[in-house]
């Protein structure tokens, strides 16, 4: 029962400072250059182990799928499956669990670290809202680039699989592009991005809500990032089901 009640305790003070600090966003002074900071760090400064983690999860899908597919005679529709696979599941959890351990980790080393050495108190003694200052561009900047990096993972783990399709695999470039077109739809996209929304916020509002609130030193900011880490990856991985249930599949068209 003990934990149980430290969890919805937790729980709730994690909701109560996501809400406030979105809330303070919409409040002058305003802090875009603060939240345009945060797409930088998250997008601009991930781009590198996005793009090889993208290419080498997308070769590796195209080869273990013609594998299973090759034996049954149908390898030319290797192309749809990595296609389908990638924008709808995998980039965007491989995604968020790749920058959860870049940005989300750092998010909360640099808020505990701040609270340790009593930083946030000093923002506060200054009238200077942390929530407003820190939180919330970060939970921002999350959600907005988090999806542009899903675009880039699905669009580098496809040429991926194409060149391991085309050059390993042996299958026709032209088959592999046309089965590809045939059965992917532009909502197959939406949904991998509509999923990097949610996955952006999860990863920073974690990390931002266990920065706030570390304490103990230098003991309390590992303990805080490793915790980060460990529950976005795990949420985000749950969520993920959830979501594939929710978001509806119906607006999808053959063409």
Not at 23 to 39: G, Q, S, T
Not at 93 to 102: N, S
Request: charged share 15%.
């Amino acid at each position: 029962m003990k934990h149980i009640r430290e969890m919805l305790v937790n729980l709730g003070a994690w909701a109560i400072l996501v809400t406030q600090s979105l809330v303070w966003m919409f409040r002058p002074p305003f802090r875009l250059r603060l939240v345009l900071d945060e797409i930088e760090f998250v997008g601009n400064q991930s781009l590198n182990i996005i793009a090889l983690t993208s290419l080498f999860t997308g070769a590796v899908l195209a080869y273990q799928s013609w594998l299973a597919l090759s034996t049954v005679g149908t390898d030319s529709l290797v192309g749809a499956s990595v296609a389908l696979s990638l924008v709808r599941e995998l980039a965007p959890v491989m995604t968020g669990i790749v920058v959860a351990g870049r940005a989300g980790a750092a998010m909360a080393a640099k808020l505990g670290i701040m609270r340790v050495t009593e930083q946030i108190d000093a923002l506060e003694v200054m009238a200077i809202s942390p929530k407003q200052y820190l939180i919330g561009p970060r939970i921002i900047g999350g959600m907005i680039a988090t999806p542009l990096l899903v675009a880039v993972f699905g669009l580098i783990g496809n040429l991926g699989g194409l060149a391991v399709g085309v050059y390993v695999c042996g299958i026709d470039p032209g088959i592999y592009v046309q089965k590809m077109k045939y059965f992917m739809a532009p909502w197959d996209f939406y949904h991998g991005v509509i999923k990097g929304i949610f996955f952006g916020f999860v990863f920073s509002s974690i990390g931002c809500y266990k920065g706030y609130v570390a304490k103990n030193g230098a003991e309390g900011v590992g303990r805080a990032t490793n915790e980060a880490v460990v529950y976005a990856t795990v949420l985000i991985l749950v969520l993920d089901f959830f979501l594939s249930i929710l978001i509806p599949t119906g607006l999808r068209t053959q063409g």
